[in-house]
């Protein structure tokens, strides 16, 4: 019986230790859940407009560009990486697409006017020339993402400068103009685009080759490359796939707004960033996916859309969102700590 007993103790010891334990070891995940649940429940009580399909339609519509934009940036994070030139490569596509597209002859822009197609291929070029600058700089040159993209960010913004010359620009392709801002059996295409792009990205993540690879290298990259994996051709990808798809959604921005201009997708870079990090994918990568980037980006769309319900001050709308980020941020390096301790 005491050899029994003996043989049996290691065993428990590597046993979960109960829901504690559970709860500790997924706060990353429980925690955006939660945060989501409450904010629904409170403005639901505060405000009996907001519990509506009407509004569940705004809220969606509302967090589909930050929501294409966001795609990307998931793959970027996941890799332990980061990228700022975002919104600014979502506003150079969406400037591109329209300064390839005949304009009005009172919009005071020398432009390119090209067909349709061409205006939407030159300006997915464009963004995807962006990002293998991105990618280039990062791998080959070793400039850090956060650097790198910063540099991005401003060579971005300084195109769209070039190109619009402070004026405005109205028409875009017609497909992206029925994208944008057109809708079939009363649900908008530009939501059914972003959950078409969430969802691809969802499946290349979680059943390709690719995917794991991804998450190899945001978990521990070292052993990564030790296994014979292209870290950089992984990093590399992942930082052109983040610029597509902010040119995307760049386009279905515009399309949205009805206008191309300067500083147009300033916000988007915050929000993109907030998503995800909200939602619970790691900072420090390799944890998290798209499913987490999506309740991040309910629980962003829940939260703006319900202070504007309960008529709280724009100011304190814009801090409330901060406390909200930092809160995410604190959960996320307390997740990552109780992980390192598991681990050892």
């Excluded at 490569?89 to 329209?98: C, F, H, P, Q, Y």
């Excluded at 390709?208 to 870290?231: D, K």
Aim: aromatic share 8%.
């Amino acid at each position: 019986m005491a050899s029994s007993d003996s043989a049996t103790t290691p065993v428990d010891h590597k046993r979960p230790r109960g829901l504690g334990s559970f709860v500790r070891s997924q706060m990353r995940n429980i925690a955006p859940f939660l945060t989501l649940i409450f904010l629904s429940a409170f403005f639901a009580i505060s405000s009996p407009s907001f519990a509506t399909l009407d509004n569940l339609g705004n809220i969606l519509t509302q967090v589909s560009v930050t929501g294409v934009i966001a795609v990307g940036l998931t793959f970027v994070i996941l890799c332990a990486e980061i990228d700022l030139s975002i919104a600014s490569i979502a506003n150079v596509t969406g400037i591109a697409v329209a300064f390839f597209t005949l304009q009005d002859s009172y919009v005071n822009i020398a432009n390119l006017p090209m067909p349709g197609s061409a205006a939407i291929l030159m300006a997915l070029a464009l963004c995807a020339l962006l990002g293998l600058v991105n990618a280039l700089g990062l791998t080959m040159i070793g400039i850090p993402s956060f650097i790198m993209t910063l540099a991005m960010m401003q060579i971005a913004a300084g195109v769209s400068a070039l190109l619009v010359r402070g004026q405005i620009a109205y028409k875009i392709p017609p497909l992206i103009t029925t994208l944008g801002s057109g809708s079939i059996g009363g649900i908008p295409w530009i939501v059914i685009v972003a959950a078409v792009m969430l969802l691809g990205g969802h499946l290349v993540l979680t059943y390709t080759r690719f995917g794991r690879y991804v998450y190899m290298v945001g978990g521990n990259r070292e052993a990564a490359e030790f296994s014979g994996l292209n870290v950089k051709l992984i990093l590399g990808s992942v930082m052109v796939i983040s610029a597509v798809c902010s040119g995307i959604g760049g386009m279905l921005g515009v399309a949205h707004f009805g206008s191309a201009q300067q500083n147009e997708f300033d916000t988007y870079l915050l929000d993109s960033i907030a998503a995800v990090v909200v939602g619970g994918t790691s900072l420090f990568g390799g944890r998290g996916g798209i499913g987490n980037t999506i309740v991040g980006l309910f629980v962003l769309g829940v939260l703006n859309n319900g202070l504007d319900h309960v008529n709280i001050d724009s100011f304190l709308k814009i801090l409330i969102r901060g406390v909200i980020l930092l809160a995410a941020l604190i959960i996320n390096v307390y997740a990552q700590r109780l992980r390192e301790r598991t681990a050892d």
